[in-house]
């Protein structure tokens, strides 16, 4: 079983800043890729930014600039960093992580966050 746990969302105002967090636990061998989606209501779940296990990154035109992806692998851990927020930021943001479980390179598979609410408001 794998399961990963975020944290991090809440109320900002409009130039504000927000750090996400999550959290890998369970029966893991590695992760590969961790990214960042999010969801607003009546659109689709879009990425947001993304990170291979070698730390390269690739963020989302309308994030470039103001979001900042990281990982730190010892604690299993992927972040955002999340600045100079927008009003049209706000949405559930989900992270998504590639693990493999075992060496066998087949149990490789995308375990996703539960979701963590990004709301910006004056």
């Known amino acids: 079983q794998v399961h990963l746990v975020e944290s991090g969302g809440g109320l900002v105002q409009p130039g504000g800043s927000l750090r996400l967090s999550c959290a890998a636990s369970?029966?893991?061998?590695?992760?590969?890729?961790m990214a960042w989606y999010r969801q607003a209501p009546g659109k689709e779940r879009e990425l947001v930014a993304s990170?291979?296990?070698?730390?390269?990154?690739n963020y989302a035109d309308s994030v470039k600039g103001r979001f900042t992806i990281s990982r730190d692998n010892a604690k299993r851990t992927v972040y955002l960093q999340m600045n100079s927020l927008k009003p049209e930021d706000p949405a559930v943001y989900y992270c998504?992580?590639?693990?493999?479980?075992?060496?066998?390179?087949?149990?490789?598979?995308?375990?996703w966050g539960q979701g963590t609410q990004v709301t910006v408001s004056s």
């Open positions: 998504n992580q590639n693990i493999r479980t075992t060496t066998d390179w087949r149990t490789l598979g995308a375990y």
């Open positions: 369970g029966s893991i061998f590695s992760i590969n890729a």
């Open positions: 990170i291979t296990s070698g730390g390269s990154t």
